[in-house]
């Protein structure tokens, strides 16, 4: 057993509040965090798990077998234990997998999901029941190499031939075939994928076929199918993203998800009520993004705040000691706004989830009316959220010097894992425009005295003049401020569009002419719409008093960060005033002071054990240089002292049997 690092333990002893009661609060009560530790415990003792090499070791194809392995082991073993609650799953996963790619997500999230929510009882009963019993592996395919999130674009034709009650899937370009999906190059056997439906000569739009890939006895390519891997990636290094290419390859009529819209024998297209209730899956998705990015910015937190209270580094007065880096005012101002971050986007997620859960539901009921609003929300805070954790990781490894450059700290390693989220599941910038032309409609119903979803009333609400901000910058003077903007900027972008109308414009050109205004609207918005779901976790009646005044501190730096990374936009018609500005940053600067004794419960409170953070600077016990010695000795180049280059290269040159001015041809 390791000793504790006496600055961190200095640290817990300082805080003002209990960790352990904020981290019963964040899973759900006391019961529910103890079912959680149980999991993790599971698999931090399972000899098979623990045997495994350490991930900052692996090649690509040494993580892409382990990937296989874990995935096909976990799913056996959370089977053989009775543990088939989804969440609790997914807490063995994140435990047994911590930012390893699954080979089996998308089968898991995507493609049995997708034929539940889109498929008939007959295609529910083909298709996925025996996805559930992984007699079948399939995944998602949408995104081709020339087209993403513009699906209406896709290429991808499937052509009904009603003399064989076939579709003929056909890629007719390079372009066209599918690119990037997850699990698809050599682990899936099956795929939904998104194609052009083509019918007695006309195009039907786009709709999901269940497509066999793979030989369901020898796993090789069907005659037709052209499948294969993307290559290297930034990160992701056990996922096989895939490519897919059809040359008029054959499936059955059945294999078109027929739950909404159908396609008889005779080659009638009958089209669903309404064409959007296929998007399900897509906005489930998006819906969960939104918690994923948060627990990524709430990992490389608890390692940027725990390794700046170990560190030590450069005497603040000449002959003085060195301080914890963690004292100083600019290292606070780039960890505590992003741990404010990840706590309001953990809270702001959760809503999240239960709204898309709430509005799914009455969608299966047939009651399709939340349905446009549920698709704005998910996407602003889809690009919001991953747009905050990416950025946020990447500032937070530099915050963390030159050892957070190392995969010793565990950050490279998220970061590489959660940047992609920018792109997939809808690039960042078309997400915030279908946002903001969301917005913007909202605001011409406002005009008419139409009722709006409750999260956009303040689109109804008179407009103020001035702002109430004030030197202690109350959170209802804050949130008013964000709603005046926010009102503002959509006012803004829809004025801006109406001109463009009015001036002969096409309605889509301007709104192109108007995207960085529709950016700006949905990016404020959406900020806009977290700090209230953060002001309301923070008056919850559930709470102990002290977790809720740190908590209650966070809000307010969320808050105030976010009107000082807009601040041109809260005083450009005057509604801030420059004295008000100034408030604002010295509120914000306060705050740092306040979170500053309560910095490593806070990160404590998020309950991520060391296995897995995997992290030398994110250690719990502090003892941050010890484990870094102890990676290096790990590393593949220590294993002989003497390299082979020496013998080959190095000594050669040495001896002058080498000129390093010469050709390459004679090395």
Known sequence: MTTMNKDIKRERDGATFDPERLAEFLYGGKEKLRRRRYLQNLVLHDKYLQSLPKTWNWGREMAYDIGVKKSIYL??????????????????????????????????????????????????????????????????????????????????????????????????????????????????????????????????????????????????????????????KMGFDGMDNGYVMFDNYRVPRDAMLM?????????????????????????????????????????????????????????????GPEPQILDYQTQQEKLFPLLAASYALIFAGNVMFKTYERVAGNIDKGQLGEMQMLHALASGMKALSSYTASDGTDALRKACGGHGYSHASGIPRIFANITPACTYEGENTVLYIQCGRYLVKCFAQSQTGQSLPSFMSYLSQPPKASSSITKECSLPHLIEAFDHATARVIEVAAVKINALVRGGQPLEVARNNAGVHLVKAAMLHSKSYVVKVFAETVARSDLHPDVARVLDTLCHLYAVTGILDHMGDFMQDGFVSGEQAVMVTDRMLSLLEEVRPDAVALVDAFDYPDHMLQSCLGRYDGQV???????????????QEVDDSYYTTLRPMMKGELNPDGPASRL
């Open 259 to 319: 739950r909404y819209a159908r396609l008889d024998k005779d080659g009638t297209f009958v089209p669903a009520k309404n064409p959007k209730v296929t998007y399900g899956s897509m906005v489930f998705i998006r819906a969960a993004i939104v918690g994923m990015a948060a627990r990524c910015l709430a990992e490389v937190c608890t390692i940027a705040t725990r390794y700046s209270a170990v560190r030590r580094q450069t005497e603040i007065r000449p002959g």
């Open 75 to 232: 799913h056996r073993w959370l089977n053989e234990l009775g543990i088939l609650n989804e969440a609790e799953r997914n807490t063995v996963r994140s435990a047994a997998a911590p930012m390893e790619a699954n080979s089996l997500g998308l089968h898991e999230s995507m493609f049995v999901p997708t034929i539940m929510k889109q498929g008939t009882k007959e295609q529910i009963q083909k298709y996925a029941e025996p996805g559930k019993r992984y007699e079948i592996i399939g995944t998602y395919a949408q995104t081709e190499l020339g087209h993403g999130t513009f699906i209406r674009g896709l290429e991808t034709t499937a052509t009904y031939d009603p003399a064989t009650e076939e579709f003929v899937i056909h890629s007719p370009t390079v372009s066209s075939m599918k690119y990037w999906p997850g699990g698809m190059a050599k682990t899936c056997n099956y795929v939904i994928l998104v194609a052009k439906l083509y019918s007695r000569g006309e195009c039907h739009g786009i709709h999901p076929f269940v497509v066999q890939l793979r030989s369901l006895e020898d796993h090789t390519p069907m005659p037709g199918v052209q499948v294969g891997d993307i290559g290297n």
């Open 625 to 639: 240089y010890e484990a870094l010695y102890r990676y290096a000795q790990d590393s593949p180049l220590n294993k």
